[in-house]
């Protein structure tokens, strides 16, 4: 009997023991799950910000963001600037400047600095392909900040000259382009001959200010 009883406690403890270490093995189970479930959740947020998870059809080359607005004032060609940067979308970033089909001038960029012999011969196709540089040499996400400050402007009916100082704040792989350029920018604009008329950039004079790395450098280093 006491052999019997014996047995019995060994078992009853036996049993207990494995089922202590069930319920520890179950509650690590547990935890590791919930554990890479939120690590997951945190990573699937980190890639959308980026918007690298989304697939999308390739954009023809003619296709405008959404939020490209036709500049029927200067406030909104300058808005349209400032977004095309920082979405790097290089049409709507064109759209900004004087398209010869519509307009009988030529684009002109007066640059602060002559360390680039490239500036001095500027025009719309080396300002399109120095966007696409860009874009194509500055991180992912959220890599261009461009803001617009100490606006002056001097209008003349179909045409004006703004000023502004500038900010673009660049984050890049390439470290020879990545930083921060200020300056001022003297734009001046037109009506074109659309219908309705739209403002457009025709001639742009950039100006270091100080011994800040200006727009001038930044363009010169792109190439």
Same mark, same amino acid.
């Given at each position: 009997?006491?052999?019997?009883?014996?047995?019995?406690?060994?078992?009853?403890?036996?049993?207990?023991?494995?089922?202590?270490?069930?319920?520890?093995?179950?509650?690590?189970?547990?935890?590791?799950?919930?554990?890479?479930?939120?690590?997951?959740?945190?990573?699937?947020?980190?890639?959308?910000?980026?918007?690298?998870?989304?697939?999308?059809?390739?954009?023809?080359?003619?296709?405008?963001?959404? /939020? %490209?607005?036709?500049?029927?004032?200067?406030?909104?060609? *300058?808005? &349209? =600037? @400032? !977004?095309?940067?920082?979405?790097?979308?290089?049409?709507?970033?064109?759209?900004?400047?004087?398209?010869?089909?519509?307009?009988?001038?030529?684009?002109?960029?007066?640059?602060?600095?002559?360390?680039?012999?490239?500036? /001095? %011969?500027?025009?719309?196709?080396?300002?399109?392909?120095? *966007?696409? &540089? =860009? @874009? !194509?040499?500055?991180?992912?996400?959220?890599?261009?900040?461009?803001?617009?400050?100490?606006?002056?402007?001097?209008?003349?009916?179909?045409?004006?000259?703004?000023?502004?100082?500038?900010?673009?704040?660049?984050?890049? /792989?390439?470290?020879?382009?990545?930083?921060?350029?200020?300056?001022?920018?003297?734009? @001046?604009?037109?009506?074109?001959?659309?219908?309705?008329?739209?403002?457009?950039?025709?001639?742009?004079?950039?100006?270091?200010?100080?011994?800040?790395?200006?727009?001038?450098?930044?363009?010169?280093?792109?190439?």
């Amino acid at each position: 009997m006491k052999k019997i009883m014996g047995i019995s406690k060994n078992y009853f403890f036996k049993n207990r023991t494995q089922i202590k270490r069930i319920k520890t093995d179950f509650h690590r189970l547990a935890f590791e799950v919930i554990r890479d479930a939120l690590i997951f959740v945190f990573l699937i947020i980190g890639i959308t910000s980026c918007d690298l998870l989304t697939t999308r059809n390739p954009e023809k080359p003619d296709a405008l963001a959404s /939020n %490209n607005i036709p500049a029927m004032s200067p406030d909104i060609l *300058f808005s &349209n =600037l @400032k !977004s095309a940067l920082q979405e790097k979308v290089v049409e709507n970033y064109m759209q900004c400047f004087a398209d010869p089909s519509f307009l009988q001038k030529e684009f002109r960029f007066i640059p602060s600095t002559t360390q680039y012999p490239i500036l /001095n %011969n500027w025009n719309l196709d080396l300002e399109k392909q120095n *966007f696409v &540089n =860009l @874009k !194509s040499r500055s991180k992912t996400c959220n890599s261009i900040v461009f803001e617009l400050s100490n606006t002056t402007t001097t209008q003349f009916g179909d045409s004006a000259i703004y000023q502004y100082d500038y900010i673009l704040s660049l984050s890049a /792989n390439d470290q020879n382009i990545n930083g921060v350029y200020k300056g001022r920018g003297e734009f @001046k604009i037109f009506l074109d001959k659309r219908n309705p008329p739209q403002w457009v950039i025709v001639e742009w004079r950039d100006f270091a200010i100080g011994n800040s790395l200006s727009w001038s450098e930044l363009k010169g280093r792109l190439y």
